[in-house]
């Protein structure tokens, strides 16, 4: 009996350990499955945070390259890197950024690409980042109507002949362009200005300047609105209506725009092109949209004509926008702070 309880034991025994070295051979394969699953997936987050990374990086860059409206940088920091030296010139223009810095409360600035729509795109931006509503004329009016009504209501037949800034187009395709512009202002214009949070609306902005070929638009449709205000006025000044604002005198005056066609051909077609708005023509830009547009004039410190107004006359109830120029062709966006 005792040799029978034994072996049964010894049996057990042999056959525990057995068993054993099975299920040990089966858990350090685990084991080591388990590790190498587990540095395989480390190796491969590592890679994916590092893809992750650049491809934000990349992002971000493309973004920041293509947007013509920067982030705002410090007003006295640029001063220092753009105008360094002790030239007259370079110490004037510290002096003047100090001004605006200690006197006008500016504090930072948003530099605005250097191209031909320079100060449209300064003058847009600001109106749509403060969330400025459409002027009182265009809610009374449909502007999409606006071509139509100068090609066929009023025989200005001649606008085929109007450029799209870089493109230089001209042609029977014209009025269709113009169409497509009047449409993508009045759509980003009613949606931005439909939106009440401050950051929400800053995202749309940055969007939408961020796209050349929408921001084109837009600024192509300012110019028409432009063109359409002095065809108004020509013809009120032919048939002798009411009279008009004092900046269409100054405007019909010159000889390169003493009427609609040669203010077209002479000056708004070259915009976004080959040059910017001059000074009478940033009159009627705050004209046409109803903002007050102060300008800080850098190369014009310490004279009567370092702080503009354009126009020179407007209504109490205009939202009033601000610009800072060092030569009157790139222009910035001031930000005050108090």
Not at 33 to 49: D, G, M, N, Q, T
Not at 101 to 120: A, E, P
Not at 123 to 130: A, K, N
Not at 250 to 263: G, K, Q
Request: net charge neutral; hydrophobic share 40%.
């Amino acid at each position: 009996g005792r040799h029978e309880v034994w072996s049964w034991t010894t049996a057990t025994k042999e056959s525990l350990c057995l068993m054993w070295q099975k299920v040990k051979v089966q858990l350090m394969l685990s084991m080591s499955f388990l590790a190498a699953v587990f540095c395989y997936c480390r190796r491969l987050y590592s890679f994916l945070a590092q893809l992750l990374k650049w491809w934000s990086n990349y992002l971000q860059r493309k973004l920041i390259r293509n947007l013509s409206v920067l982030t705002e940088v410090d007003l006295l920091g640029y001063s220092a890197r753009e105008w360094k030296g002790e030239t007259k010139q370079a110490k004037h223009m510290r002096e003047a950024y100090e001004e605006l810095f200690w006197s006008c409360h500016i504090k930072y600035l948003r530099q605005v690409r250097r191209d031909n729509y320079s100060v449209v795109r300064a003058v847009l931006f600001q109106i749509f980042s403060q969330g400025i509503p459409f002027p009182s004329w265009m809610k009374e009016r449909d502007i999409l109507k606006l071509p139509e009504k100068l090609l066929y209501s009023q025989g200005c037949n001649w606008i085929q002949q109007y450029s799209f800034g870089p493109e230089r187009y001209t042609g029977p395709n014209a009025f269709g362009k113009l169409r497509k512009c009047m449409e993508a202002l009045k759509m980003n214009w009613a949606e931005i200005s439909a939106t009440k949070d401050h950051e929400e609306r800053g995202n749309i902005c940055n969007t939408l300047f961020s796209d050349e070929s929408k921001e084109h638009k837009l600024y192509e449709a300012i110019k028409f609105i432009m063109l359409y205000e002095v065809v108004e006025a020509y013809e009120q000044i032919k048939n002798r209506e009411e009279p008009i604002h004092n900046l269409f005198s100054l405007l019909f005056a010159r000889d390169s725009s003493s009427d609609p066609l040669s203010f077209m051909m002479n000056h708004l077609n070259s915009i976004g092109d080959s040059i910017c708005l001059d000074q009478i023509e940033l009159f009627l830009l705050g004209y046409v949209l109803e903002v007050k547009i102060r300008v800080y004039r850098l190369h014009r410190f310490n004279t009567e004509e370092f702080q503009v107004n354009y126009p020179d006359e407007y209504r109490r109830e205009w939202n009033e926008i601000s610009l800072l120029t060092e030569d009157d062709r790139y222009y910035h966006i001031p930000l005050f702070r108090t």
